[in-house]
């Protein structure tokens, strides 16, 4: 317990009516969590595919687990410290999709390597520099980590963001891989954080055709300088459907499907495809929120963005699955500003009243659960659901 007596979402009891549960609160339907777990092991299965969600959505080893139990590969992680965090909780096979140089960060890998390898597990990581390969291996070696370790080479494919370029750098570096007997080169990484968000299907699929060409002429130039048998990791819940559809993929690492939020609503479908995209998936992430004041135009419910994350857009009321009656507005850190959508010139629906429970899809589902220290994991939906288990966040704030 806090020293201030109160526990949040820990003092939670299972079988608790929803009804009675207290605002604002990470509320996750594991109804529909588990039929979006199913829809995307079923498509792995069908494309001939791995699949290893990327943890850094959910931030939890009991989920990760769950994920690994429902055929998953295992999980990604973006900071050492969830990939640590994880494996204290169970997690076996991480792939840290990230650069790490830090000789702090390095120690710590080191450590968690050999530590994974002597419990039957695997640690990977991303690598995208000549410095950053030479620095991971003198760690593993001063650790004395007894496996030589996986690395997948980062390309850029178009986001500008990290990577070596694709092509004859690539196979430099890969090379300069081959020289380290504490390294393992895996295969690729190609990600291209900046396409799961273009809403438009068409320009989606055209960002990420640019891009696996670019994978293409990659994989064909070190199979020409002598590497064979690469994976090729990647993939979000906007593309993860183009990624297995090009064939060049083995792995896909999508993780918000798994909950959904409000901007992974608005990414449309390919024109003319049969692929499915992030609609195929259903919500399963709400902040239940309360009125606490109201007026003729506007109320305001307890749900500020302290609860939320806005950096993807503002949170959508969630009306069912139907369109929403209401708009919501930023309050600042502790209010949200619910007003009812005015259409042809007429209020859509009432202002809520004082008191009444609203439930609030987040913009961006990511961020939004590093402010939380546990999921209220629910079933029975949000009307008439009851509390099954509080799911800890165990890498919440893990960010270094």
Known sequence: MHEHGFDGAASVAPGMPLAELDTPSLVLDLDAMERNIQRMAQFAAAHGVQWRPHAKLHKSARIAQRLVAA?????????????????AGGVRDIYISNQVLAPQKLQRVAGLARQLQQQGGRLALAVD?????????????????????????????GQRRAGVAPGAPAVALAQNI????QLRLAGLHAYHGGAQHIEEGGQRAAAMQAAHALVRQTLEQLHAAGFADL?????GTGTFALEAASGLYTELQPGSFLCMDAHYARVQPVPQSAL?????????????????????THAVVDAGHKSHAIDSGLPMVWNQGQPPLYEFRNGGDEHGIVAPRVLHGALHAPVPALGQTLWLVPGHCDPTVNLHDAFVGIRGGLEQGVVQEIIPIDARGALW
């Open 71 to 87: 055929g998953a590969s295992g999980c990604c992680v973006q900071k050492v410290a969830e990939a640590q965090a994880l494996a």
């Open 129 to 157: 520099s000549a410095q950053g390969v030479a620095a991971l291996a003198q760690a593993l070696q001063g650790a004395g980590v007894p496996q030589a370790v996986e690395v997948f080479i980062e390309i850029d494919i």
């Open 178 to 181: 081959a020289r380290q007997r």
């Open 231 to 235: 994976a090729v990791t990647g993939a």
């Open 276 to 296: 499915p995209g992030p609609t195929h998936f259903e919500h399963a992430l709400f902040i239940k929120t309360q009125v606490l004041s109201s007026c003729a």
